[in-house]
Every structure is written in C-alpha cells, then in structure tokens.
C-alpha cells in the first residue's frame, strides 16, 4: 500500500508535524495552480482552463486546504471540470457557509425547526427533542422592523450584534437601547449598498444569565467531524473546551461594552496569544491557540478542559441535572447538521470539521452561538485512519469504537439505514 | 444512657481504627475514653436539640415506665437517627484526638529502648527545621519591613471587604509575584521562592532525622534479627537499610499487610474511575461503564441515607461518582454534630472572614503568592479566587488550634508565643508551607463556594495535610510515609530500585517526594486526584500515598529501567 500523500495551503508547522507524525509524504499540487501563484492577478477560470490538460498531474491524496483561497475553489467548482479521483479527499465542502457563515446558520436552523415541529411523526421517532436552542435572532438590515417589534414588547432585554462575515470577536458590541443601531434602520435602509452588502449583521438575544464559574463567564467550544451528509455520518472529539472570560461578570450597563467581561473569545486575546497571520479574516484561526501542538500556551489560556467542566458540574449540580445538560448538548450538535443535511453538496471525496460555540446558561440550559470552520488543528480533527478509509480502502463507518481515537460516533445513518434495510425484508 | 452507648460504640470505633486492642484492654481505661467522649458530645448544640426532641416524643408515646424504656432504646437503636450521629461524632473525635498521639515504633523493636531513641532523633529533625523557619519567618518581615500582623485601619477594613473575593492585593509587592512554579510544570525546580519551608526543606528534615547520631556512632545498628513480631504487625528488618537514604528505620507495613489492609482495592472488585469508563464494543447498546456507576449511585444513595460516616467510608474504598462526591466527603469528614450544616458553614464563614479584613498578616502575604499555584495550572485556574479566599480564611482560623496536636517544636504548626493585640500569631497556629495551594485546588472542585470548600479543606488539612508538613513519629507523619515508600517499592520491585538508587544515583525517594508531599496535586489529573483522595478517606490514611508512588514507578517500570540518566526518569515517570 502506497504512503498517503499529503497536499496543503496552510504551511504551518503543527499541521507538517502532524502528517510527518501519520508517516504521510509530501505531495505535490500537479499543474493546475502553478501559473496562478505566479501571475496572482490572473482571474481563476481561466487559470483553471487553461490548465486543464495538465489536471491530472496532480499528485496528493489527501489535501488540506484553506476554504477562501483559490485552489480550493478552483477544485471544487463545478465549471472546473476538475475531478477527483477515488482515492482523493479534502477538508472542507463546498458550501460549508450554509452552517458556518451567521446569517446562514440563522437562517437554515429556523426553518429546519419549523419543519421538525409540524413533523410529528419524527418527533417522536427521535431522542433528540431539544430543539429551542437558538436565542432569538434577526438579520439585520432585512429583518429590522421585526426586530424592532420584538425590541419594544420587551425593552429591558439586552442584545448582541454580530457582523456576519467576521469572526474572532471583531465588530461585536453589545447593545440595551434601540437607538444603539438607528444605523440599520428603515429610514437609512435605503443608503445601504445592497450591492456590496458589508454591514449585514445578525442581533441575537444576548444570554444575560449565562453559568458562572469562579465568577465568570465561559461558553464551551466542542468539535464535530462530518464525512458524509447523506446519508450523515458525523464524529463528536471528545477534547472539547471551556474558554472563560478575563473579568468577572456582571450585567452593569456600563460594563457592556466591556468585552473581556463579555466575550468568551476575546480573553484568549488578553491572554497574550500570538495573533495568527497565516489566515487573516479566516474563521477559527483563534482556534489553532487552543490544541493545535506548536501554538499549545503554556498557562491556561483561559481555556478548561470539557472533562473537567463536566466533572465539576457533576459535584456541583448532580448527575441527573449534567446527564440532560450533555444531551441537550447533543441535540445541539445533530440538529444543527440536520438542519443543512439536504442543502450540503454531498461529494464523497469531502470531509469537515466544524467548531461549536455553545453557552451554558444559569439553568444549565445549552445555547447554540455559532459554527466555525476549523483549518489547523488536524490532531484533533482528523482520526487516525480517515485518510486510509476515505481513499477507498474500507469504509469509516462500521469500523470498532477502538480505531477512532479520541472520537465518538455521534450519528450514522449510513449504519443504521443499511440496517433498517437489511431488517425489511427478514 | 448515652454513656452506655458511648461506651459500646467506642468498641466498635477501636476495631475501626484499627488500633491494638491491648493499647486499651484496660477496663478502666475505656471507661474515662467514654466519659471523654460524652463530655464532648455533650457540648453540641446538636445533642441538646436531639435530646429535647427524642424526650417529648418518647414522653408522648409511652404510657408506662417499661413501654419509655423500650422505647428509648429503640430510638437509640436506629441507625440514622441518634445513633449514627453520635457513632460518627466518636469516630471523628477519636480520630482527631487519639490517633494522633500515637507514634511510630522502630523497626527493631526488641524493647530495648531504641523507640525512645527514635522519637528523640525525629525531635531534633523537627527542632532544626523549626529554627530554620523561624529565622526565615524573622528575616521575612526584616525584609519586606512588615510587622507579623498588622490590625488594618478602619478605611482599609472596609475596602478589603469590598474587594470582591480578596483580590485585595494591594498589599502585596510587585516584586512577590512569581509566575513560572507550579505544579502541573515541573515546579519550577530552581526558581527561588518566597517561602518559609518548601519541599526540599522537609526532604532534607526527613532525611536529616538521625543522621549526626549516625555519623557519631558510625554505622547505625543494623542488626535484623528477623523474628517476627506477635500478632498482626510483622516486621521485615530483612528489607530495611540494604539501600535507603534515610538513617533511621522504623516499622513500616509490608506489602502483605497492604494487600490485606487495602483488600478493596483489588481489581476483582468494580472502581470507579476504571470500570465507569467501559465501553461497549457494540456501536449501540448501553455501556458497561453507565450500568456500573449507576448501581454505584445506588448504594452511594443509599450510604447518604443511612447517614453514617462508616459506610461512607466503605464506599469510598471503591470511589465515588463525581455528582456525589460533595456529600459523600462532608458524611467522612464532617461529623461535627451541629443542627444545621449549611448554617454552621455559613457563620464560620462570616466569622472566619471578618477577622480577615481586621488583620493584615505577613503570612497572608505567602499565601496569596501561593494561590498562584491555581492561576497557573490549566486545571485549576478558574479557582484561584476560591483558592486565594480559603486560604486566607485558615491564616486565622483558631479551630485549626484547638484540634492540631501543636507543638513548640513545629514551626509548621506551633504554638509560638507571638502576640499581637493579645492574640496568638498566626491565629491558626500553623504556618504555611510552600504550595499549600495544591492541597486545596482539589476541594474547589467539589464546593461551588468558598465556605465549603473551606470547610472540607481545614478538616482535612487537621487530619492529614498537617501530618505531611511536620516531622515527628506519628503513624502517617511524613517520616513514617517516605520510609513507607522505600520499603514497599523495594520489596516490589528490588529491580528498579537498584537501578534508580545505583546505576543512575537517583534515590527513589527524591524522585517521588513532591508526589506525596502534595498528594499527587499536579501529578495526576484533577479527576484522578479526586479518585485517589476518595480511598485516602476511605481508608483514613495517608499511606496510601506511598504505596501509590511506589505503583506508579512500578508501572513505569519498563521505561525507567531503559532510562541512562535522571532526566529521563523524571521525564518517564511524570505521568
Ligand atoms: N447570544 C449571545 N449571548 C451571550 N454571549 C454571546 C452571544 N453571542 C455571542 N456571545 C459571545 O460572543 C463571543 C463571540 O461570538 P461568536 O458568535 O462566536 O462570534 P465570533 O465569530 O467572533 O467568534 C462568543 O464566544 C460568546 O462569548
Ligand atoms: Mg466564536
């Protein structure tokens, strides 16, 4: 059996150990980008016509790419005529905005809840029925006027805006008062540049009560891995974390534009992480600081392990009470995949691995806050054996709990519909 | 009545104990522990209350003289009642009382004398050490020109109150801080400490004990005459002083004894912390792992029902799930009999904290340094504020006086005459060893808030902490643990210890040190410290530390057989 050759655009050395550590050996990208990266201006389709004889040069079976550059476009897009053979993976979908991009997310997650509950029939069949998790939210400048509505019948309720096509925090504020974002209402809709709609925000329900611990706010960061959308097959790593915040937390107006006190992500910052160059704008790069082996801080980071959040809440607030917290959790993370299961362009040849931001609050009651891609901590998102298992050499499904790793199995349906059909005709 | 009951309950607490029966045969004897016992109880709020509360209900249901008597030896009968209270209350008190004046004999116990001998030689160890501390004490408060204790101004009082959970740092000097030792990193090993008393000084304590005798009298006896001794305790002198750093030997348990003594422990008996972790091989279907700790929970449910610290106890041999840790622990440990416990921790808590704000402490000072411990470890770090606050809160907790077996000899816990304002300094008798921290960022883990945590955390530092941190001939002193250690490590694994102590010249003992001083904090995860201090209760002993280490470089074996030098050991042997 051949080496499995590795391809990347990220050249960061926690992912080259990683493959170095996976015995894996550098592959090479063939023909196809190489007068890209040399011109840089040249326009991607022509590049990739021009290009098109040599396509089958290329020479790497497993490829790490970053989703906004323009290989990885390039690959995926249809007109490309690009194809990846058998024994060829990637890290990421195509339209993997539908889940990581706000608005989006919002968006299909609404629908999708709507759906389930006129469908009482699935209701019924599922053990997942916790499906309230996302707190209210508009788009804004679309859904103003509702917004504003939902502001009045409940003037004392605070709210938090978020850019949708930023990460890390940035343009985040907080906001108690309706005049705070007179910016996006109706009478200045009409000097928004549609056109090159930058400002899209959504506003969400801010989680006024979150759990605190010592004191501070935290929101727990979990880790799904999807290889298959349909049918799903999906991974939960078992390495999740709690990042807390810098500052105790209260709820003082004047504090509100505090957001050490604030935002979960934004601590790390103070922390005194090295920010990451490698993917400026990239959603998740954060990320890399928290497991990815050469970034590892030393001190804490402000980062808790999920086993020990677990093990603390246990003594805290009993099994029971933990128990549903930890599958109300995992409704979280299969309804939300469900909810853009038909939209995903479904290529066999793609896997993802995406990163949840979840706030626990006072009830312990768990709130779905984001998706993010994840690019750079392959140790933690990649088992052992994908590679092996998506180039065709056997199936990942199916396989033992034992040669997963640090991953459970969170749904199947590839499994389970072959054994519903198999069960039919007995 | 309750004399009788005292009395017959104390039968069973000696068996518990474990103590030597002959220790007591005495008739007599047992009669005045009785009568101790019942002074004590009698000084509870909570026996008055129960009293009251037995007598009305007993008047109301009886109608003759024989049918009150029946009915109050059933009251006292039951198990969760009265009973169990005072049954848990003798335990305790004994505990406390009692088992600390106990002391180690020497391994060549022929009656010769030579236990005196001991004694003497731990003593001067334990005078050395507290001069030592002294004079850093003395140097320290030189130094940074601050007084012992210092009573705060009206204004300052109010601000330290204010401050929210004791952030009040204000009086601490920059140049204090120190960020790069704690636990989870090695320590820091050479970085220099702010510190009356760090681990290498009570290594070096330890070993000193008999050393000059030992110089001056060349070599030490080792005549092993190897007749075992009558009854349970055998002695196996055949083992002792072959390789040892230490000078001195005394009677420590032999592996058999431990298989015995800790028969619980065997895998052929279902742990949490191993068989809770199962899973199936099966993609579905419930795991084995659940299936066991919920029938665990069960029984735990129902050892917090019964209300009795024994069984607890007999539980926690075995473990204890997490989500019921926190009552399982205060069943062990808390059977101080009072009404209400939630009320008790309350106004100890208040107490504790407005002597806080009154008095600025040097020793105050150390730990507050200390408590960095916590911020710095990626375990703990969200409990520095818990951690910081319990410790100021023992600085000045006089009930650390009333209950430790003090001595003048022990800096660590001495009765010095410093006053200030005509209170004792430091209030609670007991300095602060460096990283005392570390014994209570385990505790945060079980009590949400900080008068509970402190709470579990001075009961066990009274019964066992305060033994690792003064060297005297107390069973479960720290002497009598690192012998422990290279007794059971050397007749377990002769191999290893021969390659460590000779071909690498690393004594065991200083490899494993820190891991028993600090009851494996930093060393083991936070889940499997929890574990591990679940049979440390169970058992009420702290050997199981030193057996523990020993395990541990037992399992490590392989790897520090193959090791050439003392940092690959110490590398390997990090778990
Ligand atoms: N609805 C909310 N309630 C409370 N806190 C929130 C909410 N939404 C976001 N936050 C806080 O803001 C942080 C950043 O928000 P997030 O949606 O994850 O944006 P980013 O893309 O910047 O990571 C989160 O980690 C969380 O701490
Ligand atoms: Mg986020």
């Known amino acids: 059996m051949p080496p499995i050759k590795w391809f990347t655009d990220i050249e960061k050395s926690c992912l080259l150990t990683n493959f170095e550590k996976r015995g894996w050996q550098r592959g090479s990208e063939g023909m196809l980008l190489a007068p890209d990266t040399s011109s840089g201006s040249s326009s991607s389709d022509s590049c990739v016509v021009a290009n098109r004889e040599s396509l089958s040069t290329d020479d790497w079976n497993f490829y790490w790419a970053a989703p906004g550059v323009h290989n990885f476009r390039a690959i995926m897009s249809p007109e490309s005529g690009y194809r990846l053979s058998d024994a060829q993976i990637i890290n990421h979908f195509p339209n993997h905005l539908e889940l990581t991009k706000k608005d989006l997310m919002v968006k299909n997650i609404k629908r999708y809840r709507k759906e389930f509950e006129k469908d009482k029939e699935r209701m019924a069949q599922t053990r997942y029925q916790y ?125 509100l534009d505090n957001s050490f006190m604030h935002l979960t992500n934004v601590s790390i910052q103070k922390y005194g992480v090295r920010e990451l160059d490698a993917l400026p704008r990239q959603k998740g790069t954060m990320l890399t600081i928290a497991l990815g082996q050469e970034d590892y801080n030393e001190n804490n980071g402000g980062k808790w392990s999920f086993k020990n959040l677990v093990l603390y809440l246990q003594a805290a607030h009993g099994h029971e009470a933990t128990q549903r917290l930890l599958d109300e959790i995992d409704s979280i993370l299969i309804h939300s995949l469900r909810a853009v299961q038909s939209l995903m362009t479904n290529d066999k040849h793609c896997f993802e691995c995406y990163g949840y931001d979840i706030i626990i609050d006072a009830d312990l009651r768990p709130w779905l806050i984001e998706h993010c891609l994840i690019n750079d901590i392959i140790n933690l998102v990649v088992p052992e054996d994908l590679a092996d298992a998506k180039c065709g050499k056997g199936g990942v499904a199916g396989k033992t709990k034992k040669d997963w790793g640090e991953f459970v199995l969170l749904q199947d349906d590839a499994t389970s519909d072959k054994a519903r059909r198999s069960r039919t005709p007995a | 009545m309750i004399l009788a009951t005292v009395a017959e309950l104390y039968d069973e607490v000696e068996q518990h104990v474990g103590l030597e029966r002959n220790r007591f045969r005495e008739e007599s004897e047992l009669d005045a522990l009785a009568e101790v016992f019942a002074e004590q109880i009698q000084s509870t709020s909570s026996f008055w209350i129960e009293r009251k509360r037995l007598t009305e209900s007993v008047l109301k249901q009886a109608s003759t003289p024989q049918e009150l008597e029946r009915l109050v030896v059933k009251a006292f009968g039951d198990p969760s009642g009265f009973h169990g209270q005072v049954d848990n209350f003798t335990v305790m008190w004994h505990r406390r009382h009692v088992a600390q004046s106990m002391s180690i004999a020497p391994a060549d116990n022929s009656g010769d004398g030579s236990g005196g001998v001991i004694e003497m030689q731990l003593r001067a160890a334990a005078i050395s050490l507290n001069t030592l501390v002294l004079r850093r004490l003395n140097r320290m408060s030189i130094e940074m020109s601050t007084p012992l204790a210092r009573r705060r101004s009206v204004a300052e009082e109010a601000a330290f109150m204010a401050s929210s959970d004791n952030e009040y740092t204000a009086e601490l000097p920059s140049s204090l801080l120190q960020n790069d030792c704690f636990p989870s990193k090695g320590w820091g090993q050479d970085m220099p400490k702010t510190c009356l008393c760090d681990d290498a000084d009570l290594l070096e304590a330890v070993k000193a004990v008999g050393m000059r005798a030992q110089a001056a009298a060349g070599q030490l006896s080792a005549s092993q005459t190897q007749q075992p001794k009558q009854g349970k305790q055998h002695r196996h002198g055949g083992y002792d002083k072959f390789w040892t750093c230490l000078s001195v030997s005394t009677q420590t348990t032999s592996l058999e004894e431990f298989r015995m003594r800790f028969s619980e422990l065997h895998p052929q008996f279902k742990h949490i912390g191993l068989d809770d972790t199962l899973e199936s091989e099966a993609l579905t279907g419930p795991n084995p792992g659940d299936v066991f700790v919920a029938a665990h929970i069960e029984v735990a449910e129902a050892a917090l029902a019964s209300g009795s610290s024994r069984a607890a106890r007999q539980l926690a041999k075995h473990g204890i799930p997490p989500s019921l840790r926190p009552r399982l622990w205060d069943l062990m440990l808390q059977s101080d009999m009072t009404e209400d416990y939630s009320v008790h921790v309350a106004r100890t808590y208040t107490r504790l904290k407005v002597m806080a704000s009154r008095y600025d402490l040097l020793v105050d000072r150390l730990v507050r340094l200390d408590a960095k411990h916590a911020s710095n470890d990626d375990g703990y770090f969200v409990f520095e504020d818990m951690v910081r606050e319990v410790l100021l809160l023992w600085t000045r907790d006089v009930w650390m006086r009333r209950v430790l077996p003090l001595d003048p000899t022990n800096a660590l816990g001495s009765n010095n005459n410093w006053s200030i304002d005509s209170s004792p300094f430091p209030p609670s008798g007991v300095l602060p060893v460096w990283g005392i921290a570390l014994y209570a960022m385990p505790v945060c883990f079980l009590h949400g808030s900080a008068g509970h945590a402190y709470m579990t955390f001075r009961e066990m530092y009274a019964r066992y902490f305060y033994n690792l941190h ?49 009851g494996f904090v930093g060393v083991l995860d936070c889940e499997q410290v929890l574990l591990l201090w679940d049979r440390v209760l169970g058992y009420d002993t702290l050997e199981l530390l030193p057996v523990t280490a020993a395990a541990l470089v037992v399992f490590r074996r392989d790897q520090i057989l193959q090791a050439d030098s003392v940092q690959l050991v110490q590398v390997c042997a990090c778990v």
């Open chain 2, 470 to 518: 003064t060297v005297s001939a107390r069973p479960g002193g720290l002497f009598h643990l690192c012998q422990t250690f290279e007794t059971v490590l050397k007749q377990a694994d002769a191999a290893v210890y021969y390659h460590m102590a000779t071909t690498l010249g690393l004594e065991p003992l200083d490899l494993v040190f820190k891991w028993i001083l600090y």
């Open chain 1, 131 to 255: 499906i309230d998790f996302l707190p209210t939210t508009y788009t804004l400048p679309g859904d103003y006027n509702l917004f504003a509505e939902e502001f009045r019948k409940n003037p004392s309720a605070v709210w938090i805006m978020k850019p949708t096509d930023k990460a890390r925090g940035i343009g985040i504020f907080i906001i108690n008062k309706l005049n705070q974002i007179k910016k996006w209402s109706r009478d200045n809709k009409m000097q928004w540049s549609y056109a090159n709609c930058k400002d899209t925000y959504v506003v969400s329900r801010y989680i006024d009560n979150p759990l605190l611990i010592g004191s501070k706010k935290f929101d727990l960061r979990l880790y799904i891995l999807v290889t298959s959308w349909r049918p799903l097959v999906a991974y939960r790593h078992k390495q999740g974390f709690s990042r807390f915040c810098a500052v105790k937390y209260n709820l003082d107006a004047e504090e």
